[in-house]
């Protein structure tokens, strides 16, 4: 029988519906976002936990916060605002510092109390 972990692969993200980040560039985001859940819980998920499918997507929704974080940087710099047919939608400058606090947040909606660490 295989474990939850082998449950976070492109295959189960693209299952569940997400699709914002290339194939190629996914185990680098799902790394990353493991890192974080192990970070903020204190390493309370393990295998079988991430077969939980709450917490899996928990797990996808980090990684899209990492390539989102990603792709702006990339592009040169963070996303201050766009314009579009009289629509306008601006944006704080400091986008990056919220990243940490997204990814937070994420796993204080999607983990159980019981797996955070020191009742984050």
Do not use: H
């Amino acid at each position: 029988m295989a474990t939850g972990m082998t449950r976070i692969n492109y295959d189960e993200y693209k299952r569940l519906g997400y699709s914002m980040i290339p194939s190629e560039q996914f185990e680098r985001f799902a790394v990353m976002a493991r890192m974080a859940v192990r970070k903020f819980t204190n390493g309370n998920v393990d295998d079988t936990d991430a077969a939980d499918e709450n917490i899996l997507r928990g797990i996808f929704e980090i990684c899209e916060v990492y390539y989102s974080d990603s792709q702006s940087t990339e592009s040169g710099g963070r996303l201050a605002g766009f314009a579009n047919e009289g629509y306008r939608e601006q944006y704080f400058e400091g986008a990056n510092i919220s990243v940490n606090k997204r990814v937070f947040e994420l796993i204080q909606l999607y983990f159980p109390k019981e797996q955070l660490f020191r009742g984050v």
